[in-house]
């Protein structure tokens, strides 16, 4: 069963524009959620978090939006560029020693 | 200056042999992670560090063992090994608890033929 889940596995964006990656949970433990961007033959790398005490995250291009009734995360990049073409892991943890629960990751594809 | 390193990057090895994947981190981190990606994409946590003692045992097979002879290291020994365990695995390592910031390294590409 998927806690978190990253419905669609890619997006197109062209340069300049938007992007705007979504994540769901089913897990209404979770309190605290990642992104993380992971380049071809890399690990991932931490771009941005939220604690559930927040709505809202922002650092630089990148705003992370979470809607704790609906159990939805989002990440807004603007404007997007083409390095920013990466695939995007949703993840989520809750308190003690658990660990994070990734999503499959949306591959973004920033078009210049 | 690589914070966080895994050798081998690739490994292709025949059913049935055992082999071992080294980490390495630089960073002063008290906790480090061994995670699997597998062929569905999905990265999910397969053992967790913290001062060198086993803190999460994500019920892996036990032909995985991790062993982690110092707070920088944790390697992970595949015994007999299976066509099931190819994956990517990712080394990684965080200052505390799963919360703080995990730092990954590159991946060891794994194909058991």
């Known amino acids: 069963d998927q806690q978190v889940k990253q419905n669609s596995p890619s997006l197109s964006v062209q340069e300049g524009r938007i992007s705007i990656l979504n994540c769901d949970y089913t897990?209404?433990?979770?309190?605290?959620f990642l992104w993380y961007k992971k380049y071809p033959a890399e690990g991932p790398t931490f771009l941005i978090s939220?604690?559930?005490?927040?709505d809202k995250n922002e650092d630089g291009r990148f705003t992370v939006f979470l809607n704790k009734s609906a159990k939805h995360l989002s990440l807004h990049i603007v404007p997007s560029q083409p390095g920013d073409s990466a695939v995007y892991f949703c993840?989520?943890?809750?308190?003690?020693?658990?660990?994070?629960?990734f999503g499959k990751g949306t591959r973004l594809s920033v078009i210049a | 200056d690589t914070a966080v390193s895994q050798t081998p990057k690739y490994l292709v090895t025949q059913m049935g042999n055992d082999k071992s994947i080294k980490c390495e981190q630089n960073?002063?981190?008290?906790?480090m992670y061994w995670y699997k990606q597998d062929s569905k994409k999905f990265l999910k946590i397969m053992f967790s560090?913290?001062?060198?003692?086993?803190?999460i045992n994500e019920t892996v097979p036990n032909r995985f063992s991790p062993k982690s002879p110092d707070k920088a290291h944790l390697n992970l020994h595949i015994n007999s090994l299976e066509l099931g365990d190819s994956a990517v695995y990712f080394c990684?390592?965080?200052?505390?608890?799963?919360?703080?910031?995990?730092?990954f390294g590159p991946g060891t590409r794994l194909l058991v033929l």
């Open positions: 990684a390592s965080s200052q505390g608890t799963h919360k703080e910031t995990q730092y």
């Open positions: 897990n209404s433990m979770f309190d605290y």
């Open positions: 939220i604690s559930s005490i927040k």
């Open positions: 993840a989520a943890s809750y308190s003690g020693n658990t660990p994070l629960v």
């Open positions: 960073l002063g981190h008290d906790t």
């Open positions: 560090y913290n001062n060198k003692e086993l803190i």
